[in-house]
């Protein structure tokens, strides 16, 4: 799995960071996601594909490459 | 309940595309069906305010998924066609154009349209702003419009006035509060909300409702303005009425199911056996605040959604969320978390409103009830976690 982020998009929900947390954080300065692990390990997928669900702002993109 | 073979879902947006999503995260492999009056494939409103309406996005960005993902939920979206009935005791969905769709769980998700002014509909130059086709109708006649006139000191009326600002259109925003969101926020957050409009140039026309809409003596079916209930008016010739929203029950009128400023559930977002409500729509029994809830808002849609989908699966568990949401205007990023009111005690608890970077804590008898984050997003969410608690 591959994830991708659209920086434009995020509106700093934050809904991301509170799903899968080993994942996804914000910016200090203005909440704008930050990408921790773009290929996530096998026991992080179901909490990233949540992520990537919830995210208000369809931010977030995932592939299965 | 067991698990249903087949499942509904009325309205085909932000929360009903999220209850199918979620069934399908969840293991669901029956039958899945999305039922939408819209035409366009599921997209976000909260651009259409914003970055839609600005000429920043093209439309399709805000379509919420591409067209494989839809391809991969293996669910059957039905567009252009809206509910029209519901048959509770036979959980049957018949549409205006004569279908009639059996489930055996169907999720109401039509959300809800916006409240218009009487005399509004006979007239050109008036416009409402909930749909993708409402954004760019608007966006069309702005590019063009001297004065834009909005009519609503809300959170819509706040970012659209914002956004036409932003596109060097003379703007006017009346409304009966003393600041944009003081009923949401409080003076503070209010107060500098309504500090930025005016540096931005934003007319504040504020504390006296409008009463209605004005047309020229020729009666050339073209809006002129709206007048104030104090009398005065004021001259545009373009206007957006943004003066709150209706949920869209119309359709469930003869159910038989329980209504009232939206459809009324149960904790478990269950308006009947086999029948459940998400996002805009829901009026639900929210256990922790022991009253019934609707929140507009993104966020309660994709969460509200995640429980019906939750529940229809069988888990039981009541929907108990700390509301949500944000907006944008000019270079102010809001988010509020829990439950603002405009008499709370108010204190800064990071940053400086002077700079305009700060969070705020909302307290009642001392007890915390939200979170203000203003150019502060992810500290609100840290400051909502200590103050307000919750798993979220
Ligand atoms: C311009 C705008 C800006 C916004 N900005 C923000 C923001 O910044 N932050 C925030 O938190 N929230 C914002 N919101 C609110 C947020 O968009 C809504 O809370 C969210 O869209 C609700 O989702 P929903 O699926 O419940 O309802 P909707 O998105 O309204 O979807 C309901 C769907 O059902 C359809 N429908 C209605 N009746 C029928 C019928 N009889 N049969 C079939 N289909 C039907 C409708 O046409 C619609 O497509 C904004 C809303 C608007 C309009
Ligand atoms: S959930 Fe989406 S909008 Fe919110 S911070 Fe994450 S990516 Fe951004």
Redo the contacts with the bound molecule.
């Keep these: 799995m591959k994830i991708t982020v659209d920086e434009d998009k995020c509106?700093g929900a934050g809904s991301c960071v509170l799903a899968a947390p080993e994942v996804f954080d914000q910016r200090d300065e203005d909440g704008v996601v930050v990408l921790l692990e773009a290929e996530p390990a096998q026991h992080l997928r179901a909490a990233v594909r949540e992520a990537a669900d919830v995210c208000?702002a369809a931010a977030i993109a995932l592939s299965e490459a | 309940m067991s698990t249903p073979a087949r499942v509904l879902v009325?309205?085909?947006?932000?929360?009903?595309l999220a209850t199918a999503e979620a069934l399908r995260r969840k293991g669901y492999t029956g039958a899945l069906t999305l039922?939408?009056?819209?035409e366009h494939v599921p997209y976000?409103?909260?651009p259409?305010?914003?970055q839609v309406l600005a000429g920043a996005w093209q439309p399709e960005r805000s379509h919420l998924r591409t067209r494989e993902v839809l391809d991969a939920l293996d669910a059957e979206f039905l567009l252009g066609?809206?509910?029209?009935s519901l048959d509770v005791a036979n959980r049957t969905v018949h549409t205006e154009s004569g279908r009639a769709l059996a489930a055996d769980a169907i999720v109401l998700?039509?959300?809800?349209?916006p409240r218009t002014l009487p005399g509004q509909e006979g007239l050109t130059g008036v416009h409402v702003?909930?749909?993708l086709d409402d954004?760019l109708a608007l966006r069309a006649e702005l590019l063009a419009a001297r004065r834009l006139l909005v009519v609503g000191d809300g959170?819509?009326g706040a970012?659209i006035a914002a956004t036409a600002r932003g596109l060097g259109v003379e703007v006017v925003l009346a409304g009966p509060q003393a600041a944009p969101l003081a009923a949401q926020l409080g003076p503070l957050a209010s107060g500098l909300l309504a500090e930025l409009h005016n540096e931005n140039g934003v007319k504040l026309r504020l504390g006296a409702g409008v009463d209605g809409l004005t047309t020229d003596a020729a009666n050339s079916g073209r809006v002129t303005g709206a007048r104030l209930c104090t009398g005065e008016v004021l001259e545009a010739d373009l206007v957006v009425v943004a003066l709150g929203a209706i949920p869209?029950t119309d359709?469930l009128e003869d159910s038989g199911l329980v209504l009232g400023n939206g459809v009324v559930c149960d904790s478990r977002c269950r308006a009947a056996d086999g029948i459940y409500a998400?996002?805009?729509?829901a009026r639900w029994h929210h256990e922790h605040l022991g009253s019934l809830l609707r929140l507009?808002?993104?966020?309660?849609?994709t969460e509200q959604a995640l429980a019906v989908a939750a529940n229809l699966l069988g888990a039981d568990q009541p929907y108990t969320p700390i509301p949500?949401?944000?907006?944008?205007q000019f270079d102010a990023k809001l988010q509020i978390h829990g439950v603002l009111t405009a008499d709370a005690e108010v204190s800064v608890v990071e940053g400086d409103p002077a700079a305009r970077r700060f969070v705020a804590r909302y307290a009642r008898h001392g007890k915390a009830v939200g979170v203000l984050g203003w150019n502060m997003p992810k500290q609100a969410r840290l400051h909502r976690r200590q103050h307000l608690g919750g798993s979220r």
């Design positions: 509106c208000p | 009325a309205g085909a947006s932000a929360a009903g039922l939408g009056d819209e976000d409103r909260p259409l305010s914003k066609d809206a509910a029209a998700a039509t959300g809800v349209r702003l909930r749909s954004a959170v819509l970012e869209c359709w998400a996002g805009d729509v507009e808002n993104r966020t309660n849609a949500y949401f944000w907006t944008d």
